[in-house]
């Protein structure tokens, strides 16, 4: 079974980036939530993440971001994602979730979608 890495920082004013790396499935999406809903609990509710060390991204790491997404916009937030490997850029585009998510190509791209 693979695991899930999560790193997070402060970018700029109230922009959080999260930094992934390894699997993102129903064995290790509740560590992603915990951290999403820590962010939240503090009122931080700009969030980047970076998927270019996701290998793979299940239903369950899928849905994190669904549920999260709907909850940083009820604050006046986002959730955007950053560089999404092939493998997980596969799985967006087959969710449909391209159409609902910002999707940047770089760490620069992400945070002017907060301005």
């Known amino acids: 079974m693979a695991d899930l890495e999560v790193t997070s920082q402060q970018c700029s004013g109230k922009v959080f980036y999260l930094g992934l790396k390894g699997f993102l499935d129903a064995?290790?999406?509740?560590?992603?939530?915990?951290?999403?809903?820590?962010l939240f609990a503090q009122g931080h509710y700009r969030v980047v993440?970076?998927?270019?060390?996701?290998?793979?991204?299940?239903?369950a790491g899928a849905g994190v971001f669904i549920g999260a997404l709907g909850k940083a916009r009820d604050h006046q937030g986002d959730l955007?994602?950053?560089t999404p490997s092939p493998a997980v850029q596969e799985v967006l585009d087959l969710?449909?979730?391209?159409?609902?998510?910002?999707?940047?190509?770089?760490l620069d791209e992400a945070q002017t979608f907060f301005s």
């Open 49 to 59: 993440v970076d998927l270019s060390g996701v290998g793979y991204i299940g239903s």
């Open 95 to 106: 969710l449909g979730l391209c159409q609902i998510f910002r999707i940047a190509k770089t």
């Open 80 to 82: 955007v994602l950053l």
């Open 27 to 38: 064995h290790t999406f509740e560590r992603l939530e915990k951290t999403i809903s820590g």
